[in-house]
Every structure is written in C-alpha cells, then in structure tokens.
C-alpha cells in the first residue's frame, strides 16, 4: 500500500519562500513520476508540476513556472516542491501524487494522492 504525506505548509508573506516534502511509503518509488496539484479557494484542483522517476524531466503549470521548482531524492522515498516569490493566488492546499507510470500532468494519471497540506500567503 502507498501512503503519501505532505509537509511545509504554512502560513507566509507575499515574497516568501517555503518548500513543501512529500514522503512516500511502499515500494519502488523511483518507478514512478511524482506531481504536486493545489486547490485554491473556490477552484478546481490544478496541476502545480511533475518530475519524472530520475528526477531529470520536470513540468510546470503555467502559474508554476519560473517561480516553483520541483525535485525529488529517491534514497528519502520524498519529493519536494521549493516555492519562490509567493503570491496570494498561491494560497491553497497543495496535494502530492505518485503517478501510474513514468509521468503525468493530469489528475486522472496519478494513482495515489496525500491528504494535502495548506499555504496561505498574505497580502
């Protein structure tokens, strides 16, 4: 059974940074890809980014890119996501998923979901 648990969620500043971990139970998670989703208030969940199981190949949704970075450390069973300049839009509780195979960047693509940790960022 693959459990995830995310941490590093917390409440911070606009311009802050904070990094979120997700660690991983069960076997073989240098398998699969690991992707972060968030759900902000009154939206959809939506893709944040991906890496794939060598931590070589990363993806980024569009209010991710060039301000989130995603990496994973497969000896710790973790991914991380760094998030830098954080803005209000940001806020929202950020979930980890394992992916049914070597990548994804849809929800339907992931098999295993965490139970998500919150980000507030004040304005």
């Known amino acids: 059974q693959v459990q995830l648990t995310e941490s590093g969620g917390r409440l911070v500043q606009t311009g802050d940074s904070l990094r979120l971990s997700c660690v991983a139970s069960g076997p073989r998670f240098d398998d699969y890809a690991m992707g972060w989703f968030r759900r902000s208030p009154g939206k959809e969940r939506e893709f944040v980014a991906v890496?794939?199981?060598?931590?070589?190949?990363?993806d980024y949704g569009d209010s991710a890119k060039g301000r989130f970075t995603i990496s994973r450390d497969n000896a710790k069973n973790t991914a991380y996501l760094q998030m830098n300049s954080l803005k209000p839009e940001d806020t929202g509780t950020y979930y980890c998923a394992r992916a049914f195979t070597t990548w994804g960047t849809q929800e339907k693509e992931f098999a295993y979901w965490g139970q998500g940790t919150p980000v507030t960022v004040s304005s």
């Open positions: 890496v794939n199981w060598s931590g070589g190949l990363t």
